[in-house]
């Protein structure tokens, strides 16, 4: 699934490529993709006709484009959801679920999803907030590239909680726009096995986490994020390439950039974790 990097990679194509731009059409062509909509597929497309699309917006893992009606176009890309503004002359993709054709009859944008298990919908903004947060992403913490995020108090309430850090770490509500691959990215670079409780960690460790966590993110995003496969495209159908780099997710037999002893991969929580099993020393049971 896209997480943080690969989310603003797609943000700041569609902010440069999309805001300011009128809708003229809106052409449904899966009924998955709208589910979220309460009016389904016509209501979906009669909210965006006529609206002129603001700068795409960002929140963890989740997109909006602020319309010029007051309520937003609401995204999240979840295993396989793509957002692709394509000349209307490029044939359509196998697995496009929606389309948005413009007044300038320049490039359109659609949304393509292999597996469907993304989606779109248009929504009301969270009342009396500055920032015009979509209702149902307003429950998702700020994350580690946000401005407004909060260090202090994220280091205080993951030492609070009863939980191991890589839970916590993917706990949406905590800190946002962390999945599997970037949690073991940072814990890998911090030196901390996922199966840690977060009430043993010290408060400069937890810092460290927080700073590996922002510094890892910061540098996939550079380089486009991190695409294992074709599901993870930018609007531009491009490639990242931070999978290059990654020191511990996807490693397992290789040895640890640090120590030499070969990466280890567990099943967890329906996932997999890698990790160093000399760098990252597993916590003794009681």
Known sequence: MPELPEVEVVRRGLARWV???????VQVLHP????RQPGGAADFAARLTGRTLGEAQRRGKYLWVPLDSGFSMVG?????GQ?????PSVPDETHLRVRLRFTDGAGELRFVDQRTFGGLAVEEAEPEDP???PVSIAHIARDPLDPRFDDAAFISSLRAKRTTVKRALLDQTLISGVGNIYADESLWRAKLHHERPTATLTRPQAALLLQHAREVMSAALAVGGTSFDSLYVNVNG???YFSRDLDAYGREGEPCRRCGTPIRRVAWM???SYF???????PRIR
């Open 19 to 25: 805001a300011g731009r009128t809708v003229a059409e």
């Open 32 to 35: 998955r993709a709208v589910r």
């Open 76 to 80: 999240h890309l979840g295993m396989s």
């Open 83 to 87: 957002l692709l503004v394509q000349d």
């Open 131 to 133: 920032e015009a947060t």
């Open 238 to 240: 491009e490639s990242g």
């Open 270 to 272: 329906n996932r997999s």
């Open 276 to 282: 160093c099993p000399r760098c990252q020393r597993a």
